[in-house]
């Protein structure tokens, strides 16, 4: 137990640092981008798909309990609702903690393996700065934007299952999908993966930065890169609906 | 100091330990400036740990490392940044950025700690990659280079900050003969044509009687011996005396 309360203490402090730097100069602009065609661009495909398929089958789900009520009206909302507020950010934070973790953290274990991080170090670059600010400030700007595009082809998949079922046309289903919709549904759950974003990128980079195993460390980092930022994203995600709640108590429906 | 020049590197009773296990133990040695020194000695006694003391990737435990006058062990910040400017670093596997060019990797430290515009930049990388025999490769990726041409990148990577120390570990091992001797050239060059302190880490002897001023002995943590390659060769330590004899 106390070593667990060691490393949260240890990554606390790593993000801490992360943060602090991530104001320092220089900026890291172009490392920034890089990671950002990396994190954000290469993940697109995986979110959009997953989304898809989740608003397809999420409308087939709810439908036939919903037309059993006489409620099927409600469906586009519901699926609206679900998305934006819970399923989009905790699914879209999940899936990059597997397939962005893990490689951040493999890629900087590997780094640290073969002297990559000796090498920058001794070239007077501070390696902390060049290779973990950029991809923590990544992962936070990159998380809001795929959940967004999680959100919109769940509502596209569902779509498509409606009208597949219905023949519900695409404005009445917007019309319907955002009927009950306010700002406070939208802003607090998408920003709030930001703070995904940034647990993602501390706790990998911290795995794969701080590692002194060899080769072996590689493996082990990546693993328990996805392992605990999975964690602290389910975790987290508890956390902050309280407190979404408790700041916008208008979206506590 | 043997030449009237000051030390370059000087080490006073210098320990360092991994958990349980001494490396070094109370080491004192100093090179002067623009000689070349070559630490041999047996695996894990603790050569690369010296150079990485150097260039303080690795604190010691006990002692004190001066570079130009300069004590490292404590520095931090800035001020470490400035005194590992004056040091090159050639790691054993070279350790050049795998997700850049040969040309990038040269010109990664230039952007960021020189005010050299594009062009200078190119021009520098260039005539380095010349002087190690790779300006036909600089677009290539380190995964596309043979073990000796990456050597001579990393060296080329070492060089490209025009270094007054250059560190470099086993610049030769896993080498065959002919591509050592290049890289032996490259270094002995290095040093006649730009005054270059060398301290090269090998298990080369062949190589350390071609390139060494001055010989540096480690056995289980402990310096045994250390002077010219004559003087080491009849040292009254019987491993020093084996080392030096050893693969001529």
């Given at each position: 137990?106390?070593?667990?309360?060691?490393?949260?203490?240890?990554?606390?402090?790593f993000?801490?640092r992360?943060?602090?730097?991530?104001?320092?100069?220089?900026?890291?602009?172009?490392?920034?981008?890089?990671?950002?065609?990396?994190?954000?661009s290469k993940?697109?495909p995986?979110v959009?798909?997953c989304?898809?398929?989740?608003?397809?089958?999420?409308?087939?789900?709810?439908?036939?309990?919903?037309?059993?009520?006489?409620?099927?009206s409600?469906?586009?909302?519901?699926?609206?609702?679900a998305?934006?507020l819970?399923?989009?950010?905790?699914?879209?934070g999940?899936?990059?903690?597997?397939?962005?973790?893990?490689?951040?953290g493999?890629?900087l274990?590997?780094?640290?393996a073969?002297?990559?991080?000796?090498?920058i170090?001794?070239?007077?670059?501070?390696?902390?700065?060049?290779?973990?600010?950029?991809r923590?400030?990544?992962?936070?700007?990159?998380?809001?934007?795929?959940?967004?595009f999680?959100d919109?082809?769940?509502?596209?998949?569902?779509f498509?299952?409606?009208?597949?079922?219905?023949r519900?046309?695409?404005?009445?289903?917007?019309?319907?999908?955002?009927?009950?919709?306010?700002?406070?549904n939208?802003?607090?759950?998408?920003?709030?993966?930001?703070?995904?974003?940034?647990?993602?990128g501390?706790?990998?980079?911290?795995?794969?930065?701080?590692?002194n195993?060899?080769?072996q460390?590689?493996?082990?980092?990546?693993t328990?890169?996805?392992?605990?930022?999975?964690l602290m994203?389910?975790?987290?995600?508890?956390?902050?609906i309280?407190?979404?709640?408790?700041?916008?108590?208008e979206?506590?429906? | 100091?043997?030449?009237?020049?000051?030390?370059?590197?000087?080490?006073?009773?210098v320990?360092k330990?991994f958990?349980?296990?001494q490396?070094?133990?109370?080491?004192?040695?100093?090179?002067?400036?623009?000689?070349a020194?070559?630490?041999?000695?047996?695996?894990g006694?603790?050569?690369?740990?010296?150079?990485?003391?150097?260039?303080?990737?690795?604190?010691?435990?006990?002692?004190?490392?001066r570079?130009?006058?300069?004590?490292?062990?404590?520095?931090?910040?800035?001020?470490?940044?400035?005194?590992?400017?004056?040091?090159?670093?050639?790691f054993?596997?070279?350790?050049?950025?795998?997700?850049l060019?040969?040309?990038?990797?040269?010109?990664?430290?230039?952007?960021?700690?020189?005010?050299?515009?594009?062009?200078?930049?190119?021009?520098?990388?260039?005539?380095v990659?010349?002087?190690?025999?790779?300006?036909?490769d600089?677009?290539?990726?380190?995964?596309?280079?043979?073990g000796?041409?990456?050597?001579?990148?990393?060296?080329?990577?070492a060089?490209?900050?025009?270094?007054k120390?250059?560190?470099a570990?086993?610049?030769?091992?896993?080498?065959?003969?002919?591509?050592?001797?290049?890289?032996?050239?490259?270094?002995?060059?290095?040093?006649a044509?730009?005054?270059?302190?060398?301290?090269?880490v090998?298990?080369d002897?062949?190589?350390?009687?071609?390139?060494?001023?001055r010989?540096?002995?480690?056995?289980?943590?402990r310096?045994i011996a250390?002077?010219?390659?004559?003087?080491?060769?009849?040292?009254?330590?019987?491993?020093?005396?084996?080392l030096?004899?050893?693969n001529?």
């Open positions: 137990m106390t070593n667990v309360f060691e490393l949260a203490g240890k990554v606390s402090l993000g801490l992360a943060a602090v730097d991530s104001f320092r100069r220089p900026f890291e602009g172009e490392q920034i981008v890089s990671q950002l065609a990396e994190i954000g993940s697109l995986l959009i798909a989304g898809f398929a989740l608003g397809a089958v999420m409308t087939l789900h709810t439908r036939s309990t919903l037309v059993m009520f006489g409620a099927a409600i469906i586009p909302a519901v699926q609206a609702l998305f934006f819970e399923i989009g950010p905790l699914v879209t999940l899936l990059v903690a597997g397939r962005v973790g893990s490689g951040i493999a890629v274990a590997d780094m640290r073969t002297e990559q991080i000796d090498g170090e001794s070239l007077s670059i501070d390696s902390f700065k060049f290779l973990v600010v950029p923590i400030v990544a992962c936070t700007l990159a998380l809001p934007l795929l959940t967004l999680m919109f082809s769940g509502l596209a998949g569902g498509l299952s409606e009208f597949a079922a219905s519900l046309s695409l404005q009445l289903y917007i019309s319907q999908a955002f009927s009950t919709f306010q700002w406070a939208f802003w607090p759950p998408t920003l709030k993966t930001c703070v995904f974003g940034f647990v993602i501390t706790i990998s980079s911290f795995f794969g930065y701080t590692t195993e060899g080769a460390g590689v493996g082990k980092a990546a328990s890169s996805v392992v605990a930022s999975s994203i389910i975790l987290l995600d508890v956390l902050l309280k407190l979404i709640f408790f700041i916008f108590p979206g506590a429906l | 100091m043997t030449n009237g020049h000051p030390p370059a590197v000087a080490f006073d009773r320990s330990s958990g349980a296990k490396i070094l133990s109370d080491v004192s040695w100093s090179i002067p400036e623009g000689e020194a070559c630490i041999l000695g047996r695996s006694t603790g050569k690369s740990v010296t150079l990485k003391l150097i260039i303080a990737l690795l604190k010691p435990d006990q002692g004190s490392i570079i130009d006058q300069d004590e490292v062990s404590h520095l931090e910040g800035p001020r470490l940044s400035t005194v590992r400017r004056k040091i090159g670093y050639l054993q596997d070279a350790a050049l950025f795998d997700s060019t040969v040309y990038e990797n040269l010109a990664l430290p230039l952007m960021r700690l020189t005010q050299k515009s594009r062009g200078e930049i190119d021009d520098l990388v260039d005539r990659l010349g002087q190690v025999g790779l300006a036909g600089k677009a290539k990726m380190p995964s596309e280079l043979s000796g041409m990456r050597k001579r990148a990393g060296l080329a990577r060089l490209v900050l025009e270094p120390i250059l560190l570990d086993e610049p030769s091992s896993g080498l065959d003969r002919i591509t050592a001797s290049e890289i032996d050239e490259l270094l002995l060059r290095q040093k044509e730009h005054k270059t302190t060398l301290i090269v090998t298990h002897v062949h190589g350390a009687r071609r390139v060494a001023d010989v540096l002995v480690l056995d289980r943590g310096l250390q002077g010219t390659v004559a003087e080491v060769e009849h040292s009254e330590n019987e491993v020093a005396r084996k030096m004899g050893s001529q």
